[in-house]
């Protein structure tokens, strides 16, 4: 059974950076989707990035060349290097995967399979 648990959500001033790091277990690894994404109070929850076992990454169009995802497959970990952050970056960030395949999406960038493992979220809080 896959379990993942999220760190490094803080406060931050406008302009700062944050890496989030999510540790991942009981996941076959031959093939896998991983994502992260964020939620804040009274929205939808959004796709930032993902990332498969094949290295290609995808980015909503709100945080290229902000942030940057990344895997390291020794540790097990997802990672979210954020820079630049803004104001509208507040939101709870989750961690999310599927263990069965590399990332496929619809034509509006939105993944085409919904993740079936999710952590509990992290929360980024950026301050103007």
């Known amino acids: 059974q896959g379990h993942l648990v999220e760190s490094g959500g803080a406060s931050v001033q406008n302009g700062g950076s944050l890496r989030l790091s999510c540790v991942s277990s009981?996941?076959?690894?031959?093939?896998?989707?991983m994502a992260w994404f964020r939620q804040d109070q009274g929205k939808e929850r959004e796709r930032v990035a993902t990332i498969d076992s094949r290295g290609d990454t995808n980015y909503a169009d709100a945080v290229k060349d902000r942030f940057t995802i990344s895997y390291d497959n020794a540790k097990r970990t997802l990672y979210l290097q954020m820079n630049g952050l803004k104001p509208e970056d507040t939101a709870m960030y989750y961690c999310?995967?599927?263990?069965?395949?590399?990332?496929?999406?619809?034509?509006?960038?939105?993944?085409?399979?919904?993740?079936?493992?999710w952590g509990q979220g992290t929360q980024v809080t950026v301050s103007s």
């Open positions: 009981g996941f076959t690894y031959s093939a896998f989707c």
């Open positions: 999310a995967a599927d263990s069965e395949a590399d990332c496929t999406y619809k034509d509006d960038g939105n993944l085409l399979v919904e993740p079936n493992f």
